[in-house]
Every structure is written in C-alpha cells, then in structure tokens.
C-alpha cells in the first residue's frame, strides 16, 4: 500500500505557489519555500508534497 497523495493542482491565480499551502494543517508546517516548476510540476524538498499546474496554466516569469 502506498502513501502517495495526489498531486495538488493550481491555477495562475495561485501563482507563485508556495509550500506549505494555505490548505495545510498548523501542525504539518515547515518553514515556507516558494515553488519552482519544470515540466508544469514542482515537489517541496521539505514534505514531498508535490504540485501540478493545471493543463493551460501559462506561468510568466518577471
């Protein structure tokens, strides 16, 4: 049996992304680490929460 989560998935709106989530309990914080995707996906080095960018998400870099 696996523990793999499904992968949260965001919007433009909800760029840039940041892990720990607003959805996430108090107790499972880590210090907060902005997210970097490659291939429209990104993985927190802290828990392994990993994000997707929902198909047709444009990402623009400043």
Known sequence: M???TQPV???GKDL???CPNPAMPLWSSHPRVFLEF???TAKCPYCG???RLKPGTVV???
Do not use: C, I, R, V
């Open 2 to 4: 696996s523990n793999a």
């Open 9 to 11: 998935e965001l919007e």
């Open 16 to 18: 840039p992304a940041h």
């Open 38 to 40: 490659k291939d429209g």
């Open 49 to 51: 929460t990993e994000y």
């Open 60 to 62: 623009s870099h400043h």
